[in-house]
């Protein structure tokens, strides 16, 4: 593959990230939704319906190497972090029960949701793929919360540390870890070729991988920190230190039969709860991260869609998904509120909350394509609904009353 053609696709793929991210942040959305949206119109069904011999010869099948190399990269830099900044936010403590109910129904009414309709989305997956793989990956899939994006927006809106901004927050957090460790299942059952013996195979190997982090390199590299790095700022040989084992991590889970991003997560969990640490990583790896790695890994999700999503039986199974994943995602969140306390306004604002995809639903995505669970048709129809739930929370937040005084003091009292 020529240099020229992969410096002209990356021009391209970030002038269109950086232009769709403005236009979208001037209507008071986050950027990375505009982000996302530009790598579907990069895709076969836009850039590709308009310009198809050009589309064609920018993106040709042969010269996305590169590409799909710097976007795994990316991946599991965005993971890493992800993994480091797993912790509970502020004011959780006295949260525990209320955060539990709406992380565990947050997670549960979705997941059925998304079992519900595998029945009718079933024959649209690969040939081969198994009715309860597949299921289970689509309940895994609308059960998904995105911890980046509901901070960013809880952020812009000055309802951060809020008494719905730390459940909200909380819950993501308690809510994602069950379908991460939902979707390794998943991932691993359909990943194995040789029955249930593989299955176990990997099981045990996944086991010791957890052994190996958290009771190796986690005291190891506390160690090192406190050592070397007592101000929170590791220095460059600390810092190679740092990405070799994420990177080692990444390349173990890979090989176990499961996604890098797995990897990547689990190592950056297992490093100390440090805002000093996280603040430097943020400063030296996330920005290269999002500005430059991430846009790509769009782009290569957008050229996975298919216009047969927006057409004929392909556009209701199309609504059924959005269906599906805004009410068992908002329903959820507001029943697990409601159970602990909240009123219906706080409980609703609640689900809107949840109800925010964006990022994270595309690893989810990409996940589930290289493990061969979906297809291009659904693909596309999970990167629609990725957008469309993460686009429609301010706007929920907003009717259900998030710019009320009720939900914007932290002392408000429960209805």
């Keep these: 593959m020529s240099h020229s053609i992969l410096m002209l696709q990356l ?14 942040k ?4 986050p950027a990375v939704i505009g982000e996302m949206a530009a790598g579907l119109l990069l895709g076969p069904v836009v850039f590709g319906a ?39 936010p502020d004011g959780v403590r006295a949260q525990v029960k209320a955060a539990g109910w709406v992380g565990v129904l947050g997670v549960l009414l979705p997941m059925a949701a998304g079992f519900a ?14 009715f309860w793989p597949f299921g289970l990956f689509m309940a895994a899939a609308l059960s998904i919360t995105a911890f980046p994006v509901m901070a960013r927006i809880l952020k812009d809106r000055g309802l951060t540390q809020t008494r719905i901004g730390r459940l909200a927050l909380s819950s993501a957090a308690i809510a994602d870890v069950f379908a991460w460790v939902m ?17 176990v195979r990997t ?17 190891l590299y506390a160690w090192l920190l406190r050592r070397f790095a007592p101000t929170g700022e590791p220095s460059q040989m600390l810092l190679a230190a740092l990405l070799l084992g994420a990177l080692g991590c990444a390349g173990l889970t890979e090989w176990l039969g499961l996604h890098a991003v797995f990897g990547a997560f689990l190592f950056g969990a297992c490093l100390p709860r440090d805002d000093r640490l996280l603040r430097c990583l943020v ?43 805004i009410v068992g995602k908002v ?31 595309l690893i989810v995505m990409k996940v589930g394509l290289d493990a061969g669970l979906i297809g291009p048709s659904l693909f596309t129809m999970l990167l629609v609904m990725a957008l469309v739930t993460t686009v429609m929370t301010s706007p929920l937040l907003t009717w259900f009353g998030g710019r009320s005084p009720d939900l914007a003091d932290p002392a408000s009292s429960r209805a």
């Design 183 to 199: 979707l390794a299942l998943v991932v691993a059952l359909a990943g194995v070729g040789d029955g249930t013996s593989g299955l």
């Design 11 to 24: 021009v391209v793929i970030l002038a269109a990230a950086r232009g769709c991210g403005l236009l979208l």
């Design 50 to 88: 308009i310009a198809p011999e050009i589309h064609a010869q920018l993106f040709a099948k042969e010269s996305l190497g590169g590409l799909s190399a710097l976007s795994t990269v990316g991946l599991v830099l965005f993971m890493f972090i992800v993994g480091v900044e797993l912790r509970a």
């Design 283 to 325: 400063e030296r790896l996330e920005y290269i991260a999002i500005v430059l790695l991430m846009p790509i890994f769009f782009a290569l999700a957008g050229l996975n869609t298919t216009a047969d999503a927006f057409v004929g039986t392909g556009l209701g199974a199309l609504l059924l998904v959005l269906l599906a994943a």
């Design 331 to 361: 329903a959820g969140g507001a029943a697990g509120a409601r159970v602990a306390g909240y009123g219906w306004r706080e409980s609703f604002a609640t689900g809107a909350l949840m109800n925010a995809r964006g990022l994270m639903e």
């Design 117 to 130: 309709v595998a029945p009718v989305l079933h024959p649209l997956a690969p040939a081969g793929v198994g």
């Design 203 to 219: 099981t045990i190997g996944m086991l010791l991988l957890l052994a190996l982090v958290f009771g190796v390199l986690r005291p």
């Design 26 to 29: 001037y209507f008071g959305q």
